[in-house]
């Protein structure tokens, strides 16, 4: 696993380094972003889900997205519970630690391990299964800290629940 997650860290080093260098300067850091989100991690999805066996099995397609979005939705239950427990002040500062500690990284370091040892196929899996993490994180993003108050929250994940049905409806159409 070391050898796996090893890349990711040593390519961090390089760009700290390159950054401290004055190498690469903050101008350039918009543009290699676009590069990356618009162009390379697309195509990395592309790679492992066009052709993919593992995919062509419904469970495969339904059941990873909906198990990322439950992770992250209880993550943000439990986060939200935890500051309560905690003391952490209502308001602001529930909501940003609510936020910031029900997410969790799946997708640095889960994408070379799961690449390494179980192989392409599974990363496949493992992309549709970062669809509902996303969904679970902007939905997150948009509900928890821009509410002001808890009634705003339940009143917002109803709408979001029909954009998200709207939007799913006409992806699965295409």
């Known amino acids: 696993m070391l050898t796996a ?19 690469l300067t903050a101008e350039a850091d918009a543009s290699l972003m676009r590069v990356y989100i618009n162009l390379l991690y697309p195509c990395l999805v592309a790679s492992t889900i066009i052709g993919n066996d593992a995919l062509r099995q419904g469970a495969n397609v339904w059941l990873p997205p909906l198990t990322g ?21 209502r308001g602001r500062d529930t ?3 609510t936020f910031v500690t029900g997410i969790y990284n799946y997708g640095y370091t889960a994408i070379p391990v799961v690449g390494s040892l179980f192989g392409a196929k599974t990363l496949g899996v ?29 009143r917002q994940i109803r709408r979001s629940g029909k954009i998200i049905f709207a939007t799913s409806r006409q992806i699965l159409t295409m």
């Open 126 to 154: 493992l992309f549709t299964y970062n669809v509902g993490v996303e969904i679970a994180f902007w939905m997150g993003a948009s509900l928890i800290l821009a509410s002001r108050s808890e009634r705003n929250i339940w």
């Open 69 to 89: 979005f439950l992770t992250v939705a209880v993550g943000f239950a439990l986060c939200w519970l935890g500051a309560r427990l905690l003391g952490v002040e």
């Open 95 to 97: 909501r940003t630690f």
């Open 5 to 23: 997650i090893a890349p990711v860290f040593v390519i961090i080093l390089a760009g700290f380094l390159v950054r401290r260098a004055n190498v």
